[in-house]
């Protein structure tokens, strides 16, 4: 089965300072994994993928993502944190070797808060 | 929230009745997906439908029934055997169907029970 972990609930950090958000995944084979945002009472907007290729993933509004295989992570970052930065992200993965199955499962959610 | 449109933005079920949200997308998408979302347990998949005429099961289908006539409509109906169906209701689609696809997601429907 295809799962992913996201470990922490909430995540708070300052404007202007660097921000993770964690994210582990476990498959049988290798993976495709996403990193998507939501606003409050909004749908879900795609930030970065994660296919095959380079390890660091570039994505919209300035976040990257790094493919780790040995520690299974795929954490979301950026550089310098905005308030309007703040919001609900979610982890997503989907087993390439899965043939049943196609679809993402996602995880429970971080919710980002960064202080002005 | 792209070309998808889901309707109503909040519904009220009574006890025992079934209901219908609405999903419509204008992106020639082949593939699209119901999700519940639940306060910290992030989204579930409850259909989902690679191509017209066809739609498979998810991780939490009882209670649900899903139809796909056209390219553009995914209708969920939510039968009175889901006992919980207070949730926020997501529809997805993407261009297809292998899970690798960026999904575009709806603005959602809140459901709650009178």
């Known amino acids: 089965a295809q799962s992913v972990a996201q470990p922490e609930d909430q995540v708070n950090v300052a404007e202007g300072n660097p921000l993770t958000v964690k994210c582990t995944y476990s498959?049988?084979?290798?993976?495709?994994l996403f990193w998507y945002v939501q606003y409050p009472n909004r749908g879900l907007q795609f930030l970065l993928k994660?296919?095959?290729?380079?390890?660091l993933v570039k994505g919209s509004y300035g976040f990257e993502a790094e493919f780790n295989k040995s520690q299974t992570s795929f954490h979301l970052k950026k550089p310098s944190a905005l308030v309007s930065d703040s919001a609900l992200y979610f982890c997503?993965?989907?087993?390439?070797?899965?043939?049943?199955?196609?679809?993402?499962?996602f995880g429970s959610g971080t919710r980002l808060q960064v202080q002005p | 929230d792209g070309g998808i449109t889901q309707s109503p933005k909040y519904l009220f079920r009574k006890e025992g009745q079934n209901v219908t949200l609405s999903c419509e997308q204008n992106?020639?998408?082949?593939?699209m997906y119901w999700y519940r979302q639940d306060p910290g347990q992030g989204l579930r998949l409850i259909y989902y439908?690679?191509?017209?005429?066809?739609?498979q099961k998810g991780d939490i289908a009882e209670g649900y029934s899903v139809s796909r006539e056209k390219k553009e409509s995914f209708p969920l109906t939510v039968t009175s055997a889901q006992k919980n169906p207070t949730a926020f209701y997501l529809c997805?689609?993407?261009?297809?169907?292998?899970?690798?696809?960026?999904?575009?997601f709806g603005p959602g429907t809140r459901l709650l029970v009178l």
């Open positions: 997503a993965v989907r087993d390439i070797r899965k043939t049943g199955r196609r679809a993402l499962t």
């Open positions: 997805a689609s993407s261009i297809g169907g292998q899970g690798l696809e960026t999904q575009y």
């Open positions: 994660y296919i095959t290729g380079d390890n």
């Open positions: 992106l020639n998408h082949d593939a």
């Open positions: 439908s690679q191509i017209v005429n066809d739609f």
């Open positions: 498959v049988s084979g290798n993976p495709y």
